[in-house]
């Protein structure tokens, strides 16, 4: 028998990390694993979709009336302005695929994983993904050469708001290699998906047959 597959419900797993210290490649790596069958979490948004977008697969594009609609409704798990455009995570598609049994990868910030946690708290499994030093997070953000000094320099400096918040966390990574942060990133999926509360409903049968058996 599973036990990941024994009748669990699914898990949110919330990956968060300062820019340029390897999230958006950390949840590439788990979600290009198939066998690990994540389905990443799509924000809904108000900001304009870009010519390189596509709607419902980099984001779900709504007008600011739909998304106050929908955030004063509680259909939002949680939700941020960002430079003037609103950002939010719809409630109904993740609940139905917890339900499914399968998790949910989540790519926000700690203000969106309080939110998150606040609401679902069962469900829920934080990941903070911390860069060896900030000198190599300068050096990360400036080989990506996508912003200017002074963009930069900027990042840099939310980037230390929001390394200490890493003590929000359930578990801290330090990326330093990326290959070793990914495998410890499989181990706690692998564990987290074992944990009692998840695997109880399906395991209470077998226990109860094992209890039954003559020996």
Known sequence: MEMESAGRRGLMLILSSPSGAGKTTLTRMLLQKKELDLTLSISLTTRKRRSSEADGIHYHFTGHAEFARRRDGGELLEHAEVHGNFYGTPR????????????????????????????????????????????????????????????????????????????????????????????????????????????????????????????
Do not use: C
């Open 92 to 215: 109904a598609p993740v609940e139905a695929i917890l339900a499914q049994g399968r998790d949910v990868l989540f790519d926000i910030d700690y203000q969106g994983a309080r939110q998150v946690r606040e609401k679902m708290p069962r469900d829920v499994v934080t990941i903070f993904v911390l860069p060896p030093s900030m000198r190599e997070l300068r050096a990360r953000l400036e080989r990506r050469a996508e912003d200017n000094q002074e963009t930069i320099l900027k990042r840099l400096d939310n980037a230390r708001h929001e390394i200490s918040r890493w003590g929000d966390y359930d578990y801290v990574l330090i990326n330093d290699d990326i290959q070793k942060t990914f495998e410890d990133l499989l181990a706690i999926v692998r564990a987290e998906r074992l944990r009692r509360p998840r695997v109880a409903a399906g395991v209470e049968d077998f226990v109860a047959g094992l209890l039954r058996e003559e020996i």
